[in-house]
């Protein structure tokens, strides 16, 4: 469901329904670079519409990597879910992130644009998860990471959407230790 345009028009909400939500950033600036004009109040009330209506099952999808993304743009993300998990709740919510890392694509305006998603993000995510898996209190959150790419996986991905047939000819060794 498209953030500005449930809180927009709210609809009629089904409880116990998987509520879906992408999300184009880590940030604000992120989000209205590429042209998705959601700001962080907008997903904390996104947030808040459902919970109220007593939802309890969310599923994130998190598109990270864009070329200009900077190690402050995660501790963004942490202020974030602070604020989320932050809403009053009166039962336990999961909610799953996907996290997928930026891939240009052909006929896009980022087409030429190096994604940035490196070992570190890689750690950053998955230590960010470690830690915030299992509520602060009760009721409480329940964080899942959904699926998250290798960057070795990310940098193959990158090659196959920017490459011709000749890229499957290519012998592949991963990079252990950086991607693009």
């Known amino acids: ?7 927009r028009n709210p609809p009629p909400i089904k409880k ?5 939500v992408g999300i184009d950033g ?5 989000r209205y670079r590429v042209n998705k004009k959601i700001s962080d109040n907008m997903i904390i009330e996104y947030f808040r519409l459902f919970i ?3 939802h309890c099952n969310f599923k ?3 598109i990270i990597g864009y070329p200009w993304e900077k190690p402050d743009d995660y501790t963004e993300f942490e202020q974030l879910m602070r604020r989320i998990t932050g809403i009053p709740i009166k039962k336990n919510i999961m909610l799953r992130i996907k996290w997928t890392p930026f891939i240009p694509q052909p006929c896009t305006p980022l087409r030429d644009d190096n ?7 890689y750690k950053f995510i998955k230590t960010w998860h470690e830690v915030n898996r ?10 899942t990471n959904d699926g998250l790419m290798e ?9 196959l959407a920017c490459g011709d047939e000749f890229v499957l000819t290519k012998r592949y060794t991963p990079l252990h230790n950086l991607c693009i």
């Open 1 to 7: 469901m498209r953030i500005d345009s449930v809180l």
């Open 16 to 20: 116990n329904h998987l509520i879906r």
């Open 26 to 30: 880590l940030t604000e600036d992120t």
């Open 52 to 54: 109220e209506r007593g």
């Open 60 to 62: 994130m999808f998190m």
């Open 115 to 121: 994604p940035l998603y490196t070992w570190d993000s």
């Open 134 to 143: 299992h509520p602060k209190n009760d009721p409480g959150w329940y964080i």
């Open 151 to 159: 960057p070795f996986s990310h940098k193959r991905q990158v090659e």
